[in-house]
C-alpha cells in the first residue's frame, strides 16, 4: 500500500470513529434532553446536538466507490475452499432423538448434547427431539457439515459455538437440514440464536438450512458472518441473520421473515465494524424492523436484494439503514419500506445498481451527502423523494414519485445572512433562509413527479449538464422550482412545469438561457406544448402529465433576450423523458398561449437576480 493511500485509510478511519462517537454522543444527549423539564435549556441543547450531528454526518464523503469503503473496513475471515469440507475424512456424528453417537475424537456425548472440542471436521446427521450441539475448541477451526439434520432444543440455542478461533457450516448437497430453539433466552444470555457463534462463522453448500428462531434471533455471530452458498430460511422473533462485525452474503439463496430486523450488523464501537455487504446471491428479507440494518455502512455490488421493512405497530421501519454510508454500486434492489427506503445517517451512494424503491417517508435520505452517479433508480411512491444535505446527481436514470418534494436538499440549521434578493418575489426576494445545502445536476436524467415542490433546496442549486424533468405540483402552494438561494444553469436540458403561484426560475447570471412562462390558463393533462422561437422554430416540446399554468425551461437552443412563444396543441412522437420529447413534434394548428423574453422571471415570480426562489 502507498504512503499515500495509508494516510487516506487513516484518515477515512478517523473521520468514521469521530462520526460514529458524535452520533453516539448525540443519541445519548436526546435521551437526557428528553427527561429534561426546562424549556430553555433543552431547546438550546438539542439545537447544538442537530449542529452537531450536521457536521458530523457532512465529514462523510459521499462519492466514495464500494472498494474504497470495503478497503477501510474489517478484512473479512472466509476464504476460498472453506465449504468445500471433505465428509471423507470427516469425524461421523449420528444424532438419534434423545441421545448421540460418534466414531472418533473431539466429540463428547451427554444424552442429547454433543460437545466438539477439537479443530476438525465434523459430518452431523440425523435429528435430536430436545438436544444441542456445542463448540468448545479454543483457538481452533470447526467444521460442521449438516447432511440432513433436525434439531430443537427447548433451553436454548439448537447449535451453540461457544468457543473457537472459526467455525464453517457446510450444508451437504442436496440435504435438507432444520434449527429451532427456546422460545425465551435471559436478557444476559450470549447464545441466543437458533445457530449461535461467538466466533467468525461462515455458511456454504449446496443443501438448505431452515432456522426457527423462537426466542430471539434466527442465525448470530459475536464476530463476522459470512454467507458462501446454500439455501438458508429464516423466520425469527426478533432479528433475522445478525453479524456483530459485519455481515457479508457472497452468494446462496437467503429469505429472511423477522421481527425484527432482518440483515444486521451491530458493532458501534469500532470505526472499521458492523457493516453489511452483499456481492451475490439472492436475498429476500421481509421485517417488522429494519430490513437491512448496519452500524457503518451497507454496501451492495452484486445480486438481488428485496426488502420489505412492514411494521405492524406504530414504529417506523427502514429499508436499508446505515450508519455512515450506503453505497448500491451493482446488482438489483427492490425496497418497501413504512418510513425511508434507504436511509444513512450520513451519507447514501448510487452507483450502478438498478434500484427500485416504494417509501412511506423518504425514497432516500442522508443527513449529508447524497450522491447519484450510476445506474437506475425508480422511487415508485413516497412522501419526499431525494432528500439529503447535499444532493449531487451526476450519471445514470433516476425516476421519482412523491407525494411531497421530489428533490429536497435540506437540514436543520439555516441562515438569512447571506440570502439575496431584488425586488418583491424576482431574484430570491422571498423571505426564506439560506441554509448550506445544495442540489447539483451535472450529468445523468432526473424526472420528478411531485405533488409538493419539485426540486427544491433550502439552499442553492445548479443544474451544468444531464436533463431535468420537472412534472411539478397543480396547487398554487408549491413550485415545480423552490430555492432559496442562488439558482443558476449553465449546462444540460431543463424543463419544469406545475402550479403558477409560486413560481421559481433560474438566476439572471445563468451561463445558459432560460425562460419562464406562466399561460394565459392552466392547461390540463395531456396536453402537447411547443416552445417556438422568434423563427417559427421549435425549440422544445412537452406532453403535461398534469394540469399546468407555468413551464420553465432551459437548454442551449435558448438565448436570453430573445422572444419565444409557447403553443399548445400540435403532435409529438417518439420516445421522451419524463414528457419532453426528445425529438421535437410540430405545431400544426396550435394555439400561441404565451409569449416571453428569455431572461426574464414572470411578474410576480422568484428568480432573474442574485439569490433563488422562497424555500
Not at 452500524?295 to 426488502?307: F, L, Y
Request: charged share 20%; with cysteine; hydrophobic share 35%.
Amino acid at each position: 500500500m502507498s504512503k499515500r493511500s495509508v494516510r487516506r485509510t487513516r484518515t477515512m478511519r478517523a473521520i468514521r470513529t469521530k462520526l460514529m462517537a458524535v452520533l453516539a454522543s448525540v443519541a445519548l444527549g436526546t435521551a437526557v434532553l428528553a427527561g429534561c423539564s426546562s424549556g430553555d435549556g433543552s431547546s438550546s441543547a438539542a439545537a447544538g446536538a442537530s449542529s452537531t450531528s450536521s457536521a458530523a454526518a457532512a465529514s462523510v464523503d459521499g462519492s466514495l466507490k464500494a472498494a474504497a469503503v470495503l478497503a477501510d473496513n474489517q478484512d473479512v475471515h472466509a476464504e476460498d475452499g472453506d465449504t468445500d469440507a471433505d465428509a471423507s475424512e470427516a469425524v461421523e456424528i449420528e444424532l438419534n432423538g434423545d441421545s448421540a453417537s460418534a466414531e472418533g475424537d473431539g466429540v463428547g456425548v451427554d444424552g442429547a448434547t454433543v460437545t466438539i472440542t477439537a479443530a476438525g471436521t465434523y459430518r452431523l446427521s440425523g435429528g435430536l427431539d430436545d438436544g444441542q450441539v456445542v463448540v468448545k475448541a479454543p483457538d481452533a477451526k470447526v467444521t460442521l457439515i449438516l447432511d440432513g439434520v433436525e434439531i430443537s432444543n427447548s433451553e436454548g440455542a439448537a447449535i451453540d459455538i461457544a468457543d473457537a478461533d472459526e467455525a464453517v457450516v457446510v450444508l451437504a448437497d442436496g440435504s435438507e437440514n432444520s434449527l429451532a430453539d427456546t422460545d425465551s433466552y435471559a436478557e444476559d444470555a450470549e447464545a441466543n440464536a437458533a445457530l449461535y457463534s461467538a466466533a467468525d462463522l461462515t455458511i456454504g453448500g449446496g443443501g438448505s438450512l431452515t432456522v426457527k428462531g423462537n426466542g430471539n434471533d434466527g442465525i448470530a455471530s459475536g464476530d463476522g458472518l459470512v454467507i458462501q452458498g446454500g439455501t438458508l430460511t429464516v423466520d425469527a422473533a426478533d432479528d433475522g441473520i445478525r453479524g456483530k462485525d459485519y455481515l457479508v452474503v457472497n452468494g446462496g439463496t437467503v429469505a429472511v421473515t423477522a421481527g425484527g430486523d432482518g440483515l444486521k450488523a451491530d458493532d458501534t464501537e469500532d470505526a472499521d465494524r458492523g457493516y453489511v455487504a452483499v456481492s451475490g446471491g439472492t436475498v429476500k428479507v421481509t421485517a417488522e424492523g429494519d430490513g437491512v440494518d448496519a452500524a457503518t455502512d451497507v454496501v451492495v455490488t452484486g445480486g438481488k436484494v428485496n426488502v420489505a421493512a412492514q411494521a405492524s405497530d406504530d414504529s417506523s421501519p427502514h429499508g436499508l439503514k446505515s450508519g455512515v454510508i450506503t453505497v448500491l454500486e451493482g446488482g438489483t434492489v427492490d425496497v418497501d419500506a413504512s418510513a425511508d427506503a434507504l436511509h444513512s445517517d450520513s451519507a447514501v451512494h448510487l452507483a450502478g445498481a438498478t434500484v427500485t424503491a416504494a417509501a412511506g417517508d423518504d425514497g432516500v435520505h442522508a443527513e449529508g451527502d447524497l450522491v447519484i452517479s450510476d445506474g437506475t433508480l425508480r422511487i415508485t411512491t413516497s412522501n419526499e423523494g431525494l432528500e439529503g444535505k447535499d444532493i449531487l446527481v451526476s450519471g445514470g436514470s433516476t425516476t421519482v414519485t412523491s407525494r411531497d418534494d421530489g428533490v429536497n436538499a435540506s437540514g436543520g440549521e439555516t441562515s438569512s445572512s447571506d440570502q439575496g434578493g431584488q425586488g418583491g418575489f424576482g431574484g430570491g426576494g422571498g423571505g426564506e433562509s439560506v441554509g448550506d445545502y445544495t442540489a447539483k445536476v451535472t450529468g445523468g436524467t432526473l424526472v420528478l413527479n411531485a405533488d409538493g415542490d419539485g426540486f427544491d433546496s433550502n439552499g442553492t442549486a445548479e443544474i451544468t449538464g444531464g436533463t431535468v424533468v420537472v412534472n411539478g405540483p397543480e396547487t398554487n402552494g408549491n413550485g415545480a422550482l423552490d430555492v432559496n438561494g442562488s439558482f443558476t444553469v449553465s449546462g444540460g436540458t431543463l424543463l419544469a412545469a406545475g402550479s403558477a403561484g409560486m413560481v421559481v426560475a433560474p438566476d439572471s447570471e445563468s451561463g445558459q438561457g432560460w425562460l419562464s412562462a406562466t399561460l394565459d390558463s392552466s392547461v390540463p393533462s395531456g396536453t402537447t406544448l411547443h416552445v417556438v422561437d422568434a423563427d417559427g422554430k421549435v425549440v422544445a416540446t412537452y406532453v403535461t402529465s398534469k394540469t399546468v399554468q407555468n413551464v420553465v425551461f432551459s437548454s442551449a437552443a435558448i438565448k436570453s433576450g430573445q422572444e419565444y412563444r409557447v403553443y399548445a396543441g400540435g403532435s409529438s412522437s417518439g420516445e421522451s423523458t419524463g414528457g419532453l420529447a426528445e425529438k421535437t413534434g410540430e405545431p400544426g394548428s396550435a394555439e400561441a398561449i404565451a409569449t416571453v423574453t428569455a431572461g426574464e422571471a414572470p411578474e410576480g415570480g422568484f428568480g432573474g437576480g442574485p439569490g433563488g426562489g422562497r424555500g
